[in-house]
């Protein structure tokens, strides 16, 4: 059974970054894809970011340029860079696993994190 802890949440001005992670464990599988998604007050959760066993990238149109997504193999952890945050990336945002498969393809996605609270102001 997956397992995925995230971390980095917080507050931040209009234009700061912050950088969030999510440490996995319990992986059984050969393939997989790792997600980033968010869900803000009042709106369904949507993907913003992914990024399969061989480190292809996969982002929303509303975070290209600004987020990457990245992986340490070493550490089972992977990290949601955010720069240039506005407050519309006011959200909880959330880790997800599946196994394998068309990374950006969010609706496949069945292993959750409990989510980190992300406030831009």
């Known amino acids: 059974h997956v397992q995925l802890v995230e971390s980095g949440g917080g507050s931040v001005q209009a234009g700061g970054s912050l950088r969030l992670s999510c440490a996995a464990s319990g992986y059984t599988y050969s393939s997989y894809c790792m997600g980033w998604f968010h869900q803000a007050p009042g709106k369904e959760r949507e993907g913003v970011a992914a990024?399969?066993?061989?480190?292809?990238?996969s982002y929303a149109d509303s975070v290209k340029g600004r987020f990457t997504i990245s992986k340490d193999n070493a550490k089972n952890t992977v990290y949601l860079e955010m720069n240039s945050l506005k407050s519309d990336d006011t959200a909880i945002y959330y880790c997800?696993?599946?196994?394998?498969?068309?990374?950006?393809?969010?609706?496949?996605?069945?292993?959750w994190g409990q989510g980190t609270q992300v406030t831009v102001s």
């Open positions: 997800a696993a599946k196994s394998g498969g068309n990374c950006g393809d969010w609706a496949q996605y069945d292993n």
């Open positions: 990024i399969d066993s061989d480190g292809s990238t």
